[in-house]
């Protein structure tokens, strides 16, 4: 996430701000672990909640939040944590594209999952899923 923060930070002309959504250190302590915010993030938003990766749809996890707070999800490759975002956006009926160069670079992709490779086609979708083009 700290690529994907630092490359849309960079954009010239940019509309947004980089939101970082904060897990907890533990259970029992609230502040973030260490390394986060990434350096890129300009708003931050710190939660209760530790639980990640494999554990990513458990009610303690903040992929909840960063699900539920998008409009669109576009998956790039990544681990347990990814494939649990993307398990939740098909949970909650949040539009989902994967841009991968193969499948199995999320493991266990559900095949209701689209894939695409190419950045048009990413574009594209997410134009539908917001209702910008035909």
């Given at each position: 996430m700290e690529t994907v923060?630092?490359?849309?930070?960079?954009?010239e002309g940019r509309q947004g701000l980089?939101?970082?959504?904060?897990?907890?250190a533990g259970p029992d302590d609230a502040s973030p672990p260490?390394?986060?915010?990434?350096?890129?993030?300009?708003?931050s938003?710190?939660?209760h909640l530790h639980l990640s990766g494999i554990e990513g749809?458990?009610?303690a996890s903040r992929n909840?939040?960063?699900v539920?707070?998008?409009?669109?999800i576009v998956a790039l490759p990544g681990a347990q944590g990814t494939r649990s975002e993307v398990e939740l956006a098909l949970r909650y009926g949040v539009p989902i594209?994967?841009?991968?160069?193969?499948?199995?670079?999320?493991p266990q992709l559900p095949d209701s999952v689209l894939v695409v490779d190419r950045l048009e086609d990413v574009i594209a979708f997410v134009d539908r899923a917001l209702g910008r083009s035909p």
């Open positions: 923060s630092r490359a849309f930070h960079d954009v980089v939101i970082g959504v904060l897990p907890a260490p390394g986060y915010p990434n350096p890129w993030v300009e708003l938003i710190r939660t749809t458990k009610v909840h939040i960063n539920l707070s998008s409009d669109v594209v994967a841009y991968l160069q193969d499948r199995a670079e999320i």
